[in-house]
C-alpha cells in the first residue's frame, strides 16, 4: 500500500517511522510519504490560511495550495489504476471504525489531508472528487487541533492490517472489535501476585472451558462498558450457555437479538 499525507507540520507524522509501521515501511510492504504543504504554495511567506467568508473566529486553509499538493500527489496513476481515497480528518466527518479500517486496508492508495485551523476551503473536496473518492473522517466526538494525530491513529489502525505487519496473523482475531465485542481480560506469571491470583480456569488446561470463559467475559464487559456495541450483536445462533451468560447479564434475545429486560436497571453491579 502508499500512503501520501499532506500537512503544514510534517514533523507530526514521525512516530510513524517507528515500531511496527515503521518496520513495515522497512519491509516495503507500506510506501508512506509525507508532504509539507506550504511547498505548494506560491507567496513569499507561504501562506496557507486566510479569514473566513461571513466571518467568524478562527482562519480557513486557502483552497489552492491544497490544489496544487493533492494534484502533484495524483498525478504518478499509473493509467487504469483506481482512484486514491482521500481521507481529510475531521470531528465533521464520518466515523472511523475497525470496520472502515478493515476496508481501507484493501486499498491501493490513500492520501491523507491534515487540515488545521477551522478546516479547509469546501471547494477543495468537490474539486478533489475528479481525482480522488473523498472521505472526510472523525476519530470520535471530540476535537483535535489538526488532522496529524487523527493520521497516526488511521494509519497505525490500517497499516497493522496489512498482509505480512503484525508477525502473528491470529492476534488480529481475537482483539476488541474485530468481532464486535471488547476483548477479554489477560494474564501472565506469576499466577499469584500481590495477594491476586489468576482465574482458576486459565490455568485448568480445558481448552473449551478457556474459550467459553474468555467468550463470557467479552460478553460481561462489553455490557459493562460498551452496552451500545450489544445492540448490533448477532445472537441468534448462541449457544446454550451464552444464553445463559446473557440471561445472567439482564438480557433478553427476540428475533436473534439482545434486549435488554426491562426489570434489570442498566448500570446495576
Ligand atoms: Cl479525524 N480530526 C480532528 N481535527 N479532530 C478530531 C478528529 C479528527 N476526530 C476527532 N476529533
Redesign the pocket.
Known amino acids: 500500500m502508499r500512503v501520501d499525507v499532506v500537512s503544514i507540520f510534517p514533523d507530526y507524522l514521525a512516530p510513524l517511522e517507528l515500531s511496527l509501521i515503521g518496520k513495515a515501511r522497512q519491509d516495503g510492504l507500506l510506501e508512506l510519504n509525507v508532504h509539507d504543504l506550504r511547498d505548494f504554495t506560491s507567496d513569499r511567506h507561504r501562506t496557507v490560511d486566510d479569514t473566513p467568508y461571513g466571518g467568524g473566529a478562527g482562519m480557513v486553509m486557502k483552497p489552492e495550495p491544497w490544489a496544487q499538493a493533492l494534484a502533484a500527489v495524483a498525478a504518478d496513476r499509473p493509467s487504469g489504476a483506481a482512484k486514491p481515497v482521500l481521507i481529510v ?3 465533521a ?1 464520518e466515523r ?1 471504525s475497525q470496520a472502515a479500517a478493515q476496508e481501507l486496508a484493501g486499498e491501493e492508495r490513500l492520501v491523507f489531508a491534515c ?1 488545521r485551523y477551522e478546516g479547509i476551503d469546501e471547494r477543495v473536496m468537490e474539486w478533489a472528487a475528479e481525482h480522488f473518492t473523498v472521505r472526510p ?11 496529524e ?2 493520521v497516526l491513529a ?1 494509519v497505525e489502525a490500517i497499516g497493522r492490517l496489512l498482509p505480512g505487519v503484525v508477525g502473528n496473523p491470529e492476534s488480529l482475531v481475537e482483539e476488541s472489535h474485530s468481532d464486535g465485542l471488547l476483548e477479554y481480560p489477560v494474564y501472565t506469571k506469576p499466577s499469584s501476585w500481590r495477594d491476586r491470583e489468576v482465574p482458576a480456569v486459565l490455568l485448568s488446561g480445558n481448552h473449551g472451558k478457556i474459550a467459553q470463559w474468555r467468550r463470557h467475559e467479552q460478553y460481561r464487559r462489553t455490557d459493562e462498558r460498551r452496552p451500545d456495541l450489544l445492540e448490533h450483536f448477532d445472537a441468534a445462533k448462541l449457544p446454550r450457555a451464552d444464553r445463559t451468560a446473557f440471561a445472567d447479564l439482564g438480557y433478553d434475545i427476540v428475533d436473534g437479538h439482545l434486549k435488554r429486560r426491562a426489570d434489570s436497571g442498566g448500570d446495576s453491579a
Do not use: T
Request: charged letters at 5%; hydrophobic letters at 40%.
Open positions: 480528518p475531521s470531528p466527518g472511523f487540515g473522517m472523525s476519530l470520535g466526538d471530540y476535537v483535535l487541533n489538526g488532522g494525530v487523527a488511521m
